[in-house]
């Protein structure tokens, strides 16, 4: 009970500092370091059961959401390798059944790591799912999708950088709360590779147990980031992503991607693309010639929504990270166009911050245009590097403020983008700060491909009656 | 016999072609096409007897020139897996014992591969070897660098992009008359990546004998180029460098790199450093953390030469592959000019081109300078990917030279450096067209460090009486 208390004072306060930005992230930096919660806090609770399965989570498993791969970790012994699922509580008519896996990690042994594909779902379906069995059993559920529409809604959770600090869990927890129904998450899970020997284990395990709470009832989309390489030579361990890897399953054979890293999923009336920051990217890598065919793949009629993932954001005025995107910018960012990418999220900086559709793609090292300059075609970027983590805020952005930067501040939180139809979605910045899902940064994002103007009058069914307020892009 | 007499015919329609550059490669390109040598050419001639080692190569094999490791393919068994090796022709009084392996390759099985450790030589010592054993015997040697000494001479050879086509053969015979003593391999071996299927894994056999006459007498020093990626869903390859990297050995671990796709070697009075421009390369990847130490390991009093080879060239005026080196650029030019870098090779682009010094670390999206501008600090750019190889010359430069640009040409060849003592190099293009060794572009480098004005004063003693013609850098 502790926890819940600590996490009530902590809104508390910061709703006493909701007027300024920057004084309200330099004042939760001080007064409520940015530590990770103790291990044996509740948060982490293990199941009591003997060997039950814990670190449960979900994510899509196929290109058009009709299958989910179900993991988790069984302590200390195989257990059983089966999930049961059906349509309606306690009744579970199917059964499938994954692989078992465990690895170690210096001299940390980790538990049985499970996968299970569960396919030829139903779409727009509550199923029902078990693990494990007798006293030990644990029971959850999701929801499917609904089926490739252009017109589908659909609610998207945007999360990244989320760690296992107090203020992890006020963003996990608000997320919750927002109803989003799928999870985009922008890269550096757990922070364990801030510990040392065989707590980097134990800490991917206590944060597989952390977002159990969402990642066990919906899909979480992963995309990596730095604290995913777990590049460790004193250890002795070099494979980068290696706990990552083995932990988090992605469909990236269903894409035709050949590497978990980067792959790309249609959900609803969204075509969503992972991309690796920290995988080779440059012409003729896998990577790039992954996306160059991904990319003609997207069919705007079927899926209007193009939104691409990364864990470095490409444009970022804050201190942190400065500059960090400019090796991938100058490989990707004329397709970003090209294509009409509708948003691109991105964590690594921890703040908030969003742009101007502008592009820097006409540079060509002894002419061009010298900076960003505004561009339609041109994605927006958003940076949601601001889930909580130990290493804080990062609260020094550049001064003045650059042309390309609409909006930034450094205080926790999470995004959603409610999809409402192929013309018009809803985007919201819910600042941790307020207490509750507080839209802080809101605005009505318009369709890149449907709201050319001849495409618009051919759709004026489609129209939005009211929309809220803020800025339309 | 029919080859020598082609490469005769070549040589003698290249010299009546040697007036202009331009008329040159153009002539070359339309009058002799740049395709594959036959595989049944004596080029890639095949030992008579049975199972006798054949594609032997060697490369340094520690961190300072007192090893080398000894490669070798058995076509039909694993054979003997030793080297018999001493420093008197026909006696070796030595013994080591490598390990053997094999893969596949789409349906194509490979040979048995033998990699042999050989450690513990003399400096400046000539070595005779001996794999196989009774009529497949086969016999070669090779000499090892002096001590590393920051006066110690040594000549490089320096070739990239080398292929297997009448116009590699020229490149490699010239580069053999050079009297070059370890070759500085700027990536794409074999191209065999433009066949298919099983055609794959025999050009790379076919080019491992084909270099046979160099790489089985001195090392070659591997960085690995976009044609040793791979990338091959069609045949189900997916496994970036699989055929390269078991075939080709570096020594990543003497120097503490996680991957044999980047390290760093001294040799003589050389420290260089390997990069991998297909490989992560951003801040946080592997090999950006292992640069950064490597960088600070380097001591100009020991070992004054600081020389990069990578792939893609960071500073490039041809068409081809124009800007591909921007992402690397952007991460790693700052360090570069900080640790005053001699000279950086970089093959890729089917031409001949050098910097001026220059550096563009100034630009910071929002101000700083625009173009590449002058900076004493900078290293030489120089792009060797003239080797020769089917895909032809790169003959369109950009128009007008940008100013960064010093000399640049579309013409097969190979370059050495030339090392004389801490203070002086002479450095040479030589390119094929003439027919011999016959240095097109030539300077003597001055040491970036011993250059100083101060050090100079205290190295009069180590000053050259005399200096070839040509700029001095």
Request: hydrophobic fraction near 35%.
């Amino acid at each position: 009970m502790l926890l819940r208390v600590v996490v009530v004072s902590f809104v508390f306060l910061s709703l006493l500092n909701n007027g300024n930005a920057g004084i309200t992230s330099t004042f939760i930096r001080s007064e409520w370091p940015s530590t990770d919660i103790p291990i044996d806090n509740e948060a982490f609770s293990i199941p009591k059961a003997h060997n039950a399965p814990q670190q449960v989570h979900i994510t899509q498993a196929d290109y058009d959401g009709r299958a989910v791969i179900i993991s988790w970790v069984t302590p200390d012994a195989p257990g059983s390798n089966k999930v049961q699922y059906g349509t309606a509580e306690k009744r579970y008519e199917f059964t499938a059944e994954g692989t078992v896996s465990n690895y170690t990690f210096y001299q940390y042994k980790s538990g049985y790591i499970h996968h299970c594909l569960v396919d030829g779902l139903e779409y727009d379906t509550k199923y029902y799912y078990k693990l494990g069995s007798g006293d030990s059993a644990r029971e959850f559920w999701f929801e499917t999708p609904p089926k490739i529409d252009p017109d589908a809604p659909y609610k998207f959770g945007i999360i990244g950088d989320l760690g296992q600090t107090y203020n992890s869990l006020s963003t996990l927890e608000h997320y919750i709360q927002s109803g989003g129904q799928t999870v985009l998450f922008l890269g550096d899970l757990s922070y364990a590779d801030r510990y040392q020997y065989n707590d980097v284990g134990l800490r991917w395990d206590s944060w597989g147990r952390f977002v159990e709470r969402s990642t066990s009832y919906q899909p979480w989309i992963w995309s990596a980031g730095n604290h995913e390489i777990d590049y460790m030579p004193y250890m002795g361990e070099v494979t980068p992503f290696k706990n990552f890897l083995q932990r988090y399953a992605t469909p990236h054979l269903a894409c035709k991607s050949s590497s978990p890293l980067w792959y790309a999923i249609r959900r609803a009336s969204a075509h969503i693309i992972v991309l690796s920051s920290y995988s080779p990217f440059v012409k003729y890598t896998p990577q790039w010639e992954w996306l160059r065919e991904e990319l003609q793949k997207v069919d705007r009629e079927k899926t209007p929504w193009l939104i691409v993932l990364m864990h470095v954001p490409i444009y970022n005025s804050n201190d942190a990270h400065y500059m960090e995107g400019e090796s991938m910018r100058v490989v990707f960012e004329s397709w970003f166009v090209q294509y009409k990418v509708d948003v691109i999220f991105a964590g690594h900086v921890h703040a908030y911050e969003r742009s101007y559709r502008i592009s820097n793609i006409h540079y060509n090292i002894t002419s061009g245009d010298r900076y960003p300059v505004p561009d339609k075609s041109a994605p927006v970027y958003i940076t949601v590097g601001d889930g909580g983590n130990q290493e804080g805020l990062a609260g020094r952005f550049l001064d003045p403020q650059p042309d390309y930067s609409a909006f930034r501040e450094a205080s926790y939180g999470h995004s959603t983008l409610e999809i409402k139809n192929r013309t018009h979605a809803f985007y919201h910045w819910n600042r941790n700060d307020d207490g509750k899902k507080s839209a802080t940064d809101a605005f009505v994002l318009r369709n890149q491909y449907w709201s050319s103007n001849q495409r618009r009058r051919k759709l004026k069914k489609h129209y939005l009656k009211s929309v809220v307020g803020g800025t339309t892009i």
